[in-house]
């Protein structure tokens, strides 16, 4: 079915299809196809755009695959032979999971064709300003807003000379007219025509008025013996920069930064066989690692046992009893930033069976604990190689604050992360987190309550406070 009419709706349906597709982001004409779809396949959706959704439907849904856009983007084709190099910019931008809705111009349509652009992108191309099946519901408006991005590929003399001006004669014109989202430029024009005085006016004009520019190259015509700047860009090239105004690049506030951080158990021995141990995971330690690494900092993790793969971009050191750990830790300062997640045993047996202890007649062998080292209470109360900023955990199953508070004044740690692991809160090897964040500010200790977060966003939120922490500290005035 090459396109799809409906006649004699009424103004319910009209208006929920309206709605639908606006949320959705399609033409009207794609949200009936879906909602077709849908049907065949056994999915419903609620009859109103507003009602509780119906029952789960006992049809198997269809598996996708794929993975879903992150982004959006308005392509829109102008007319120079440049235009050929549109069809690689829609592949390029897809594979950067950006969805692609493509419009050409007039004159584009003779260089590539909706057919080609179509199959490369998997939309209906748009074409007509006056199109029926789209512009009942203003079409073009939807195309200007319902994107993230506008890109123009190849931006010609004319598409750029209408932009400046502020016509609105064709669906390209009035799309970027109505816009409110950030518009890339991809020029492409014969090099005279580039430096002609008319053409460096209107230039100015768009980038006074915010638009974004890619190229053009210098280079070779398509008219023989002509050369000069007026390339367009390559399609790698312009989905890089398209790419750049979607993401961002996320600030790093802790560049520059070494953190260290334990994190997971610690397995003392008791002979070959058997061990002491406990039921942390590691999940947050790992998890704030990775936190502090996309934060910008170089990262060195000391790890415990754990079943856990090691975060991308950080340098682990794995180890089994508390004092490889804290040899471990020793090794890796000086650092700005310690951070001591790890279940550490408190206890070790004193002398650790060379072969598997046996049962005899006498009963248990008898075992005699010794205290491990604490890890950190000793780097918190270094003189020298002392961390600017040294946090503890502190996992309790009772009086959590003032089990904290007590630990946070006894260690001698600048913060305490408190959490309550007590069987019932599942936090043990869980995915999941209730923590407060005790601080010293003058002679009080401060506490900041979070509610319930994955381990996670419990991670992101620590980095976030340690930042705010840094850098308001490297605002102080020197002393």
């Not at 349509?109 to 099946?133: C, G, I, K, W």
């Not at 951080?261 to 008791?270: L, Q, S």
């Not at 690692?289 to 971009?313: C, F, M, N, R």
């Not at 008898?366 to 205290?371: A, D, F, H, R, T």
Request: glycine share 6%; proline share 6%; hydrophobic share 45%.
């Amino acid at each position: 079915m090459a396109s799809l009419t409906i006649r004699k709706l009424d103004d319910a349906v009209k208006t929920y299809l309206r709605l639908r597709s606006a949320k959705n982001r399609r033409s009207v004409e794609e949200e009936v196809r879906v909602i077709l779809r849908e049907l065949i396949e056994g999915r419903e959706e609620p009859l109103t755009p507003f009602s509780a959704p119906p029952a789960q439907s006992t049809a198997p849904t269809p598996q996708r695959t794929g993975a879903a856009p992150e982004a959006s983007v308005t392509l829109i084709i102008g007319g120079g032979i440049a235009a050929y190099k549109s069809l690689d910019l829609i592949r390029r931008l897809k594979e950067r999971r950006v969805e692609v809705r493509c419009v050409l111009t007039k004159a584009a349509q003779q260089f590539v064709t909706p057919l080609a652009v179509s199959a490369l992108s998997h939309e209906r191309v748009y074409t007509d300003l006056f199109d029926p099946q789209s512009e009942f519901d203003a079409g073009h408006i939807r195309l200007a807003r319902g994107c993230d991005l506008i890109v123009v590929a190849p931006a010609t003399a004319d598409l750029m000379a209408k932009m400046a001006n502020g016509h609105a004669d064709d669906l390209a014109s009035a799309i970027l007219l109505a816009t409110n989202r950030k518009i890339l430029l991809a020029p492409a024009m014969n090099p005279l025509m580039w430096n002609n005085a008319a053409t460096r006016r209107n230039l100015a004009q768009l980038q006074r008025d915010g638009v974004v520019l890619v190229g053009p190259n210098s280079g070779e015509m398509a008219e023989a013996g002509e050369a000069g700047v007026g390339r367009m860009s390559e399609a790698i090239e312009i989905a890089n920069a398209a790419e750049r105004l979607l993401r961002p690049p996320v600030p790093k506030p802790l560049a520059g930064k070494r953190v260290l951080i334990t994190a997971g158990p610690t397995h003392e021995p008791i002979d070959p066989v058997r061990y002491i141990a406990n039921r942390s995971s590691g999940k947050q330690g790992f998890a704030i690692a990775a936190a502090a690494q996309a934060a910008g900092a170089e990262v060195i993790l000391v790890s415990g046992p754990v079943d856990l793969d090691d975060p991308a971009g950080v340098t682990v050191k794995h180890v089994e009893s508390a004092r490889q750990m804290l040899e471990q830790v020793q090794a890796a300062l000086p650092a700005d930033i310690a951070i001591f997640a790890a279940a550490v045993a408190d206890w070790r047996v004193a002398n650790e069976g060379e072969q598997k202890l046996k049962k005899t007649s006498a009963g248990m062998p008898p075992l005699q604990l010794v205290e491990n080292p604490d890890i950190l209470a000793t780097i918190s109360k270094l003189t020298d190689k002392r961390p600017p900023l040294v946090i503890g955990f502190a996992a309790e199953t009772e009086h959590l604050i003032d089990n904290a508070k007590t630990k946070l004044a006894r260690k001698g740690c600048d913060w305490i992360v408190a959490n309550d692991v007590s069987p019932a809160t599942g936090v043990m090897g869980g995915d999941r987190n209730t923590v407060h964040l005790l601080s010293r500010k003058g002679g009080e200790i401060a506490v900041d309550s979070w509610p319930v977060m994955t381990k996670e966003q419990v991670a992101i939120e620590l980095v976030a406070h340690i930042a705010r922490s840094v850098t308001d500290k490297s605002r102080e005035p020197a002393s």
